[in-house]
C-alpha cells in the first residue's frame, strides 16, 4: 500500500513568520538548491558545515518539532567498541525572526571525549526565487567578512549598492573561539557521560533593522508570528470522530493553519500561502483559507482582512499594476523585488482580491457579528467597491475583465493565474483581456455580502442598490456564459467577447457563490464529476479530454485541494449531496496517503485506478499550503451544512454524513460571542441527530434555499 509520501523529498523545512529555515533530509545546509536560513524572502546563510575532528557526523534520525524547532541526531564515536568512546551530536534549529542553532555534545563514555570542533559558513544574499531548481541569479554581489575575536562575532556584509543586507553570527561556547577563512573553530572535551553545549545565533540585518535570534527553548518567543501561533492553537476548533482519517486531517490542517501566521502588522495571524516557496503577503490566497477556516476560528480572517486593508493601492502605477482602491496580490521582501527588477515588492495583478475582500467582510459579520470591526473596515470596503465600479469592467459590458498593463507582471489575474490556465477548446492561450466566470461569480457575492455590510452599519440605500446590481449581474451571466448542450459554463469571455469553451474547474466556484440558478445546478455538479474532469482524488483544473490537458501543470488538468473546499461548500449550498459525499472521500483519501495527512499545494489530474495508487504532486507544490489546509475545514462545514447568523445567536445546519464519517464532534465551535461544542451523528437511512454543550446557540435544521430550489426544480421537470 502506498502512504505516507513526502512532498519534496529531498529536503526539510521549518518557517517562523518571515523566516524559513530549508535543509536536506539529513538537516544539513550545504548551499545547493533552496537550502538556507531566509530572512524577508533572503538567503543569509547558505552553508552550516560541522566536522568533528574533520570527519562529518553520521546523521541517523530528524524530526520537526512543535512545528518550528528541527532536531538532528548523529554518530561521532564508536558506540559498539570497548572501552567505549561513545559520543553523540545532538543538533537543534530555533527559528524565529533570526535563528538559533544549539549543538549539543553528549557522551557516555567513562572517560572523558576530546574533538574538534569546525563550522563551516558562508553566506550569498540571495533571493528565495533564485534557490529554485528553475531560478536563475539576477542580482549578484560579494560578501565582506568582519570577525571580532571579543564578541565571538562574524559579520558578513553583502557589497551590493543598491541593498542593505547583511548577517551576524555569534557563538555562545564555553571554549575560545577562532576564526579563519569562514571558518569557526574550537576544541572541546566532554566530561565522563557529560555534555556540552555552542549555541549559533543567526541575526539579519535588513534595511538597517538587527533580527533577533530565538531563546533556546521550546517555549514560544515574543515576536509577532509566535504570538499569533499561540493564540490560534489556542482558539482552533478540535474534531474527534471514530473516521481516523478524517480526525487526523482535521488535526493535521488545524496545525499547519496554526504555524503558518506572517506576524505582519496589523493583522499578525494572517497566514502565509505555503512553504516554501511563498512566504510573503498573499492577498487572495490569505483571504480564501482564513474564510475556509471559519469554523476552526475568526481570528486568521480578522487579521487577514486587516492586512489587506493596509495594502489597498493608492495611485496608478502601471510597472505594479497598481490602482487606487485595488487590493495587494502579492509582497516580496527579498533582493530581486527590493532592487525594481520585478514589480513583486508590492504587486496588485490580481482581480479576485477585490470582491474577495467584500464577501469575506460579509462572511466574517455572519460568523462573529463584530460590528466594530467591520464598522473599521468599511472605508477600505468602500474604497475597493469604487475600484472595480470604476475600473475592473474595462469595456463597460458589465463584466470584470482582466488585462495585464505590467511587462513583468502576471498575465493571467483571476483565480488560476499561470500564464497557460486560460485556453480556448482548441488549447490555444486567450489572449488579455480575458473576463473569467469565477470573477462574475465573485463579483455577484460581493455585492450580495456587501449589501449585508452595509445594511448592518446603516446604509441600507447602498445595500437595495447592490443587491439589484446581483440580480442583474446573475440574469447577464447566465445569458452570455451558460452552454446549453454542453451543461456547464464558458470558462470566460475571450477578448472578441466569444465564450472560452473550455470545461474546466470554474463551475465549482459558480456554485459555491449561488450564482447558478437552481434549476441548472445538479447538471452542473455532474458535469464537474464526469469522468474527464473527476479523477478520484478531485475535480481537475481543465477536462482530461482538452487538447491542452497536462496532468502535471499548473492549471490545466492538475487538482488542487483548495478547490475541494469552495466547491464543497457549493454542492452543499444546493444540496448535491452524492457528489459532495464523493468529492469528501476523496479528498480525505488523498490526505491519507501524505506524511501527517498532509495535503500539497497540487496534486496531479492522474486518475484514481490500480494504475496510479497515487495521485501524484505538482513538482514544485508547497507543503504545507494554507488553502489546502482550510479545504478540509471547509469540507467538514459543506457535510453539515452549517451556516453561523452571529447577530442572532443562532445557527443553521442540515448535516449530511455519509456512511464511512459515522459521527463527529467539533470542541470549541465560535459563533459571536458563543463557543460550544457540536455533535452530529448519522443515524439509520442516513438521517443525523444534532446536539450542542456548551454556551446557549439556537440551532435550526433546514435545508440551503438554494438545495429547496433545486429539489423542487427536479422534482417538477
Not at 6 to 35: E, I
Not at 147 to 159: H, N, P, V
Not at 548 to 576: D, K, Q
Request: net charge positive; glycine share 8%.
Amino acid at each position: 500500500m502506498v502512504q505516507n509520501l513526502r512532498v519534496r523529498p529531498d529536503l526539510l523545512y521549518v518557517a517562523s513568520g518571515w523566516s524559513t529555515l530549508v535543509t536536506d533530509v539529513r538537516g544539513r545546509l550545504a548551499g545547493s538548491g533552496p537550502q538556507g536560513f531566509f530572512a524577508r524572502n533572503t538567503r543569509v546563510l547558505a552553508v552550516e558545515e560541522v566536522r568533528l575532528d574533520g570527519r562529518e557526523p553520521l546523521a541517523f534520525s530528524t524530526a520537526n518539532v512543535r512545528g518550528h524547532a528541527q532536531l538532528s541526531y548523529a554518530d561521532i564515536g564508536d558506540g559498539e567498541v570497548l572501552p567505549a568512546r561513545a559520543a553523540y551530536l545532538r543538533t537543534q534549529h530555533f527559528v524565529g525572526e533570526g535563528l538559533r542553532t544549539q549543538w549539543t555534545l553528549i557522551s557516555y563514555a567513562p572517560d572523558p571525549v576530546s574533538t574538534r570542533m569546525t563550522v563551516r559558513l558562508a553566506a550569498d544574499f540571495a533571493d528565495t526565487s533564485e534557490t529554485t531548481d528553475s531560478g536563475q541569479r539576477r542580482q549578484f554581489a560579494g560578501v565582506d567578512t568582519a570577525w571580532d575575536a571579543g564578541a565571538r562575532e562574524l559579520r558578513l556584509t553583502y557589497r551590493h549598492p543598491g541593498l542593505d543586507r547583511a548577517v551576524v553570527l555569534r557563538v555562545v561556547a564555553p571554549v575560545p573561539v577562532q576564526h579563519a577563512d569562514g571558518t569557526l573553530t574550537m576544541d572541546l572535551t566532554v566530561p565522563p557521560r557529560g555534555q556540552i553545549r555552542v549555541d549559533l545565533l543567526v541575526e539579519p540585518v535588513i534595511d538597517g533593522q538587527h533580527l533577533h535570534a530565538p531563546p533556546a527553548t521550546f517555549a514560544e518567543p515574543g515576536d509577532a508570528a509566535s504570538r499569533a501561533r499561540a493564540d490560534l492553537v489556542r482558539e482552533f476548533t478540535r474534531l474527534r470522530s471514530s473516521a481516523l482519517d478524517v480526525a487526523a486531517a482535521w488535526r493535521r490542517a488545524v496545525d499547519d493553519l496554526a504555524v503558518l501566521p506572517l506576524g505582519e502588522p496589523p493583522g499578525p495571524a494572517a497566514p502565509i500561502a505555503g512553504l516554501p516557496a511563498y512566504q510573503e503577503v498573499f492577498g487572495r490566497d490569505t483571504l480564501t483559507a482564513s474564510w475556509q477556516a471559519l469554523l476552526a476560528g475568526p481570528t486568521m480572517l480578522r487579521d487577514s482582512l486587516r492586512l489587506n486593508a493596509e495594502h489597498v493601492g493608492r495611485r496608478f502605477d502601471p510597472w505594479r499594476d497598481e490602482e487606487p482602491g485595488k487590493p495587494l496580490h502579492e509582497a516580496r521582501r527579498g533582493p530581486v523585488s527590493a532592487l525594481g527588477l520585478d514589480p513583486f515588492n508590492d504587486y496588485y495583478g490580481d482581480w479576485a482580491t477585490a470582491p474577495d475582500f467584500l464577501v469575506f467582510l460579509g462572511q466574517y459579520f455572519a460568523w462573529t457579528g463584530d460590528l466594530r470591526t467591520v464598522r473599521d473596515l468599511l472605508p477600505t470596503a468602500r474604497r475597493v467597491l469604487a475600484w472595480i465600479e470604476e475600473h475592473a469592467d474595462l469595456d463597460r459590458d458589465g463584466f470584470l475583465e482582466y488585462r495585464r498593463r505590467s511587462a513583468s507582471g502576471l498575465k493571467n489575474q483571476g483565480w488560476k493565474d499561470s500564464d497557460t490556465a486560460i485556453v480556448d477548446e482548441h488549447g490555444r492561450v486567450v489572449e488579455n483581456p480575458i473576463a473569467t466566470s469565477e470573477l462574475q461569480a465573485y463579483w455577484y457575492a460581493a455585492l450580495r455580502h456587501g449589501a449585508a455590510v452595509f445594511a448592518a452599519t446603516g446604509d441600507p440605500v447602498r445595500a437595495a442598490r447592490l443587491l439589484a446590481g446581483a440580480t442583474r449581474l446573475r440574469r447577464r451571466f447566465q445569458r452570455a456564459y451558460w452552454i446549453p448542450e454542453h451543461g456547464n459554463y464558458a470558462m470566460a469571455l475571450g477578448p472578441d467577447k466569444r465564450q472560452v469553451r473550455s470545461v474546466n474547474s470554474n463551475d465549482g466556484h459558480l456554485l459555491c457563490t449561488g450564482i447558478v440558478p437552481a434549476r441548472v445546478a445538479r447538471t452542473v455538479a455532474r458535469r464537474l464529476f464526469a469522468p474527464d474532469m473527476f479523477s478520484g482524488w478531485g475535480i481537475r483544473t481543465l477536462s482530461a479530454d482538452h487538447p491542452a490537458y497536462n496532468p502535471f501543470s499548473y492549471h490545466r488538468g492538475s487538482v488542487w485541494p483548495v478547490e475541494a473546499g469552495t466547491i464543497g461548500l457549493g454542492l452543499a449550498r444546493y444540496g448535491c449531496w452524492d457528489q459532495l459525499h464523493r468529492l469528501a472521500e476523496a479528498t480525505f483519501a488523498a490526505a491519507a496517503l501524505f506524511e501527517g495527512h498532509r495535503l500539497p499545494e497540487v496534486l496531479s489530474g492522474l486518475p484514481r485506478d490500480p494504475a496510479h495508487p497515487h495521485p501524484g504532486v505538482y513538482p514544485q507544490a508547497c507543503s504545507p499550503q494554507a488553502w489546502s489546509a482550510s479545504a478540509i475545514v471547509a469540507l467538514v462545514q459543506a457535510l453539515l451544512a452549517f451556516r453561523p447568523a452571529a447577530p442572532l445567536r443562532t445557527i443553521v445546519v442540515d448535516p449530511h454524513l455519509p456512511d464511512w464519517l459515522p459521527e463527529l464532534t467539533l470542541e470549541g465551535v465560535q459563533v459571536g460571542r458563543a463557543t460550544f461544542d457540536l455533535t452530529v451523528r448519522r443515524r439509520r437511512h442516513g438521517r443525523t441527530s444534532v446536539r450542542t454543550r456548551g454556551d446557549h446557540v439556537t440551532v435550526i435544521r433546514r435545508p440551503p434555499v438554494q438545495a429547496t430550489f433545486a429539489r423542487l426544480s427536479r422534482t417538477h421537470r
